[in-house]
């Protein structure tokens, strides 16, 4: 089975929606509608990692998140909380997140990792190499997806040695995070490599500049971008990962029925 994580992120600068949650009441109201379509979770981030983007000061990150974090969680949904700051993840997870996804694995804030090791919460660490500001400027690699387990392999190791056992790590080799499209296109080709060194694995395709530009380019709108996302969240199931971050819950939810059928075992959806 391969679980839906449903975005919401309040913020005004986001390039997949606009900002048209950022107030509160709608990114609850919008994590909520997530929840009936499907999501098995809903990630709550209130800073924009999109390619260029600046960094928001924590305070007015977390000042965000943790109203809308509370209410989903108030009101029955599992939440995880896209941060990279440490004292963002600390109040969100006093707030009722279970999961911190931070993009960096760890290596954004020198704190992050004691930090969670101090709660009861899991991470999920992302395969990074810097700020989204200049992060093209390090996709340099040998063997993309070797080097992608290798790093991801060190900050699992920097997490245990602060404290947080695997069983509660996840990890995602971070698509479009100091990757160029066929970098991204060699690590997806090779999932169940990825898959095979033994964490779960979860995986951000949604809406990503990459599948615009596989779609020719230039101004792809969200709703071919979502179809898009439907394929590589089926491929991503039959390759094993333990979930996929997705913008249109709906679509991947019946992508994922579909290629259960296909499959004609039931253990990609419940
Ligand atoms: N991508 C974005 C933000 N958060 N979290 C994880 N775990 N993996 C990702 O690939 C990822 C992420 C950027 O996309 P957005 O701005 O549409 O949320």
């Keep these: 089975m391969t679980l839906i994580m449903g975005i919401v992120n309040v913020t005004p600068d986001s390039f997949s929606d606009g900002g048209r949650y ?10 909520l509608r997530m929840v009936a379509e499907g999501a098995h979770f809903v990630d709550v981030g ?6 260029g983007a600046a960094r928001v000061p924590w305070e007015i990150e977390r000042d965000r998140v943790v109203p809308v974090v509370a209410a989903l969680a108030e009101a029955g949904a599992t939440v ?4 990279m700051n440490a004292a963002t993840a600390r109040a969100a997870v006093d707030a009722g997140a279970r999961l911190v996804n931070d993009v960096s694995g760890g290596l954004a804030d020198p704190d992050m990792l004691e930090t969670v090791a101090g709660t009861d919460a899991e991470i999920a660490l992302g395969h ?3 700020p989204s500001s200049d992060m093209y400027a390090r996709a340099e690699y040998g063997d993309v997806v070797a080097d992608v387990l290798a790093e991801l392999s060190e900050r699992v190791d920097a997490a245990a040695t602060a404290g947080i056992p695997p069983h509660r790590v996840v ?3 971070g698509i479009g995070f100091g990757k160029q499209p066929t970098q991204n296109w060699a690590v997806l080709r090779q999932l169940p490599r990825i898959v095979a060194a033994g964490h779960r694995v979860l995986l951000g395709t949604s809406r990503k500049g990459f599948l615009a530009q596989a779609l020719g380019g230039g ?3 969200n709703e071919r971008r979502d179809l898009a996302t439907a394929v590589t969240s089926a491929l991503a199931a039959q390759s094993g990962v333990w979930a996929v971050r997705v913008h249109d819950v709906a ?3 019946d992508a994922l029925v579909v290629a259960q059928h296909w499959e004609g075992v039931d253990r990609w959806t419940s």
Aim: aromatic letters at 4%; proline letters at 9%.
């Design 22 to 31: 950022l107030a509160t009441d709608a990114a609850i109201a919008h994590g």
């Design 171 to 173: 990890v995602d080799p």
């Design 80 to 83: 995880s909380i896209d941060t």
């Design 128 to 130: 990074w190499r810097g």
């Design 46 to 51: 209130g800073e924009s990692t999109r390619p």
């Design 251 to 253: 679509a991947t939810r």
């Design 219 to 221: 101004d792809v709108p």
